[in-house]
């Protein structure tokens, strides 16, 4: 039993990684419309960025770098916008066609990672965290700290497309984007804005992931991809809500599942609950065609 009760503990902090990377691939999703495949490249970079300000130059606390960093791949998201995707995705109306630019960019990323910080297993410069006992649950101040993230970022998306101008012009590009355009909404303000969230939840996400295995590698967020994918297909593509409660689903059923079954498998249960959903509802658990 005891073991049960720490894998839902695992699960609620992998749920809280998990709900970071998916909200960020959504909204991203939701005003393009199209996938970016190079994400888990870009939680990889974000992660480097942290790791660059934390243990490499400047040395600075953990959760000031994260800050930082996770804000410097925001910017750099928006400038792979503007140099790569915008002019694609203007060329060719297929979004086929930027998908494979999407392959291409992941390759070139992760190569770029490997060739600057190679291959070795990296660690943030972080004091060793004692176990604390939360009811049933046996997590770290780190975990705590991470899942505490997760959730102010969510309600901070929630009252952004809930309240905010900006958020309903998201909606309303999500929606129709001809429509919103010959609304008045600066379309292409919008879609900078939300690269800049994406990429900037991405380097959040990529520097938690990192936290929370204890190290950090190129290759961490592409291992990482498809559970956000399968977080994101079974709360329903483009949904922000699906892909909190997607996220919350997979991250608990994968680490419960390790407390049944050989850990080794866990990203297994994944993969089934993805192909169960495609079977029977395929648009998503909690999608809402149409919406954000």
């Known amino acids: 039993m005891q073991i049960f009760w720490q894998s839902v503990g695992f699960g609620f902090v992998t749920a809280s990684v998990l709900a ?69 995705a203007r060329r060719f109306k297929k979004t086929f066609y930027v998908l494979i630019v999407t392959f291409g960019l992941s390759l070139i990323l992760l190569n770029l990672e490997y060739s600057i910080w190679g291959a070795d297993v990296r660690f943030f410069q972080m004091p060793l965290a004692k176990v604390m006992h939360i009811g049933p649950l046996l997590l770290t101040r780190y975990q705590l700290i991470v899942m505490a993230i997760a959730v102010a970022l969510m309600l901070g998306v929630h009252a952004m497309l809930k309240t905010t101008r900006l958020g309903k012009s998201m909606r309303a590009m999500a929606d129709n984007t001809t429509l919103a355009m010959t609304s008045g909404i600066d379309t292409r303000a919008i879609t900078t804005i939300t690269w800049f969230l994406s990429g900037t939840l991405a380097g959040v996400s990529g520097t938690v992931l990192g936290i929370t295995e204890g190290n950090l590698t190129p290759a961490s967020g592409e291992l990482f991809l498809f559970v956000i994918f399968a977080a994101v297909i079974v709360g329903g593509v483009g949904s922000i809500y699906g892909a909190m409660a997607g996220a919350l689903l997979i991250g608990l059923a994968t680490e419960i599942s390790a407390a049944f079954i050989n850990p080794a498998y866990k990203l297994d249960t994944a993969f089934v609950i993805l192909i169960c959903t495609l079977l029977l509802r395929p648009s998503g658990l909690f999608a809402r065609p149409g919406k954000a």
């Open 20 to 88: 970071i990377s998916a909200v960020g691939l959504s909204l991203q999703f939701g005003i393009t419309n199209y996938i970016n495949f190079a994400y888990g490249d870009f939680m990889a970079l974000g992660a480097f960025f942290t790791y660059v300000l934390n243990s490499e130059v400047f040395h600075l606390n953990i959760w000031i770098a994260l800050v930082v960093g996770s804000l410097a791949m925001g910017v750099f998201a928006v400038l792979i916008n503007h140099v790569i995707f915008s002019p694609f």
